[in-house]
C-alpha cells in the first residue's frame, strides 16, 4: 500500500521567515510527486517533481525531490500571511496513475 | 470560463437520505475523481474514471456510487450506506494522455443532521 507523510503536521512562524515543509513517501512503483496548496477550498496546484536533484522554483517557493532517500521538500522563503495554507504532498503510482496524499501541513504566517 | 464546478457549496442531509453531488468540467479532460477529505486529513480517493461508462473504486467506495455517462460530468451519489457521510467532498479532471496533474473544483461540503 502506499504511503506519503507529512512532517511537522503544523507550523507557526512570522512574516520573513523560511520554512521548510518535508514528504517522504513509499510507493511500489513511483512516477512523480506533486505538491498542493489548500486555502479553505480547492487544491491548488505548486509543482511536479519526476527527477531527483532537479529544482522546481516558481518566485518564492522551490521545491525538490530525492528518489534516492524517498523525500521531497518544500520551501518558502521571505514568507507572508498569504503564504498560510495547508500544503499537501501526493505521490502518483506508476501503474493505476493514482495521487495517494499525505496529511497535509498546516502553516500559519504571522504578521 | 473553462475550469471545474461542483454544485452545491454546501448540503444538508438527513440520516437515511441518498444525497448527489454534481461535478461537471469544460476542459475536455478524460480522467475524473472523487476525494473525500476530513478535518486534519488528506485526500482519500472515493472513485474515479478514466474514460465515458467506465469507473472504478477507489480505496473507500463504500456508500457511495458514481456514474460517468458524459466526459464532462461525473457526479457522485452518498447513499445511506455510508456510515460517516458528513466531510468535504472534492472532484478532480485529470487529461489523461499529458500530465499526471489534477485539477480540483472547489468543493461540497456535506453535513448529515
Known amino acids: 500500500e502506499d504511503k506519503v507523510v507529512q512532517s511537522p503536521l503544523s507550523l507557526v512562524v512570522h512574516e520573513g521567515d523560511t520554512v521548510t515543509l518535508n514528504c517522504s513517501y513509499e510507493?511500489?512503483?513511483?512516477?512523480?510527486l506533486l505538491w498542493y496548496k489548500q486555502e479553505k477550498k480547492a487544491p491548488t496546484f505548486l509543482f511536479m517533481l519526476?527527477?531527483?536533484?532537479i529544482e522546481k522554483k516558481s518566485g518564492r517557493l522551490s521545491s525538490i525531490l530525492d528518489k534516492k532517500e524517498l523525500f521531497s521538500i518544500l520551501n518558502i522563503t521571505a514568507t507572508q500571511t498569504g503564504d498560510s495554507a495547508v500544503y499537501l504532498c501526493?505521490?502518483?503510482?506508476?501503474?493505476?496513475?493514482?495521487?495517494?496524499f499525505g496529511s497535509g501541513t498546516q502553516l500559519t504566517v504571522l504578521p | 470560463d473553462g475550469g471545474i464546478t461542483q454544485s452545491p457549496k454546501y448540503l444538508f442531509r438527513k440520516e437515511g437520505q441518498n444525497v448527489t453531488l454534481s461535478c461537471e468540467q469544460n476542459?475536455?479532460?478524460?480522467?475524473m475523481y472523487w476525494y473525500r477529505q476530513d478535518p486534519g486529513q488528506g485526500l482519500r480517493l472515493i472513485y474515479y474514471?478514466?474514460?465515458?461508462?467506465?469507473?472504478q473504486k477507489g480505496d473507500i467506495a463504500e456508500g457511495y456510487s458514481v456514474s460517468r455517462e458524459k466526459k464532462e460530468s461525473f457526479p457522485l451519489t452518498v447513499t445511506s450506506a455510508q456510515k460517516n457521510p458528513t466531510a468535504f467532498y472534492l472532484c478532480?479532471?485529470?487529461?489523461?494522455?499529458?500530465?499526471?496533474?489534477?485539477?480540483f473544483g472547489p468543493g461540497t461540503r456535506l453535513t448529515v443532521l
Open positions: 478532480a479532471s485529470r487529461h489523461e494522455s499529458s500530465t499526471d496533474t489534477q485539477y
Open positions: 510507493v511500489t512503483n513511483f512516477r512523480s
Open positions: 519526476t527527477s531527483s536533484g
Open positions: 501526493a505521490v502518483v503510482d506508476g501503474s493505476a496513475r493514482q495521487l495517494t
Open positions: 476542459l475536455n479532460h478524460d480522467a
Open positions: 474514471s478514466q474514460i465515458v461508462n467506465d469507473f
